[in-house]
């Protein structure tokens, strides 16, 4: 079998050591799943040795981790903490942080962009309810996926071994009555929320406090982020679907959209360098 170099159809792009690099990065966070250095090869065309150096010192740096049979590398700390305080900078401000302006204007409840951080899901931006009656959880909160809508969609996406590795090695605690503390239970409601499109966190994580949260459209097929509205249940149900998913749905086609222009500019202006 002929072994494509490095340039050919090869993810790995750059004009200096540094962006390969950070291409080879990228390649690994791209997937759901540990890779090996064999994997890596074929989709690169890389030597191996060239390969294994890199592996080695992102390794070393805390930018990857590499499995206990010494094989299979996946994302490091030091990455994903750089990757999840880039996204909460960028969101504070700007034409995301007007999205959700709209939202919760359209809505009048706090409206939240959110991404999957390990067993928890974090709170990238925040936009508060005028209203006095709220809860308080800021841009950088953390919630646990078992028992938050966004976590369900999030986790939805991954391959059955990888959701079950992510959640299946600790207990899903329990923060109020109505939290899935079950690992099937929980897998029947990320099927069916999969399903129907959206998902529910019904008084789950705070009693009194109801969610609804939509998928952001990604641009390679699956979604890093959601959008969602959260109130209290004094003022938001779980029978207010056809009331709060046609805003939460423009929202988020809003927010792939802005998303799609960023990256256009971006590639034009890799191309005109």
Known sequence: ???????????????????RMFSLLELIASKDEFVSLQMLARETGLPKATLHRMLTNFVAEGLLVRQTDKRLYGTGPRLRVFAETLLVNATQSGARHSVLRSLVQELGETC????????????????ETSELLRFHLGAGSRVPVHCSASGKLLV???????????LG??????????????YDALEEE??????????????????????????????????????AVQGPSLRLS?????????????????????????????????ASA
């Open 238 to 270: 779980t029978d207010d679907a056809d009331r709060v998913l046609p805003a939460l749905r423009r929202a988020a086609e809003a927010l792939q959209q802005i998303e799609s222009e960023s990256r256009t500019a971006s590639y034009g202006k890799r």
């Open 112 to 127: 939240n962009i959110t991404t999957l951080s390990g067993a928890e899901v974090l709170y990238l931006d925040r936009v």
């Open 1 to 19: 079998m002929a072994v494509k170099s490095a340039g050919e159809d090869s993810p790995i792009t750059g004009s200096s050591p540094v962006l």
């Open 190 to 227: 990320v099927r069916r929320s999969k399903e129907r499109g959206f998902a529910v966190d019904a008084e789950e994580f705070i009693p009194g406090l109801v969610c609804f949260a939509v998928l952001v459209p990604g641009s390679r097929g699956r979604s890093s982020q959601c959008v």
């Open 169 to 182: 090695h600790a207990p899903l605690q329990r923060f109020t009555d109505a939290t899935i503390t079950d």
């Open 156 to 166: 939805g996406q991954l391959s059955d071994s990888t959701r079950r590795r992510l």
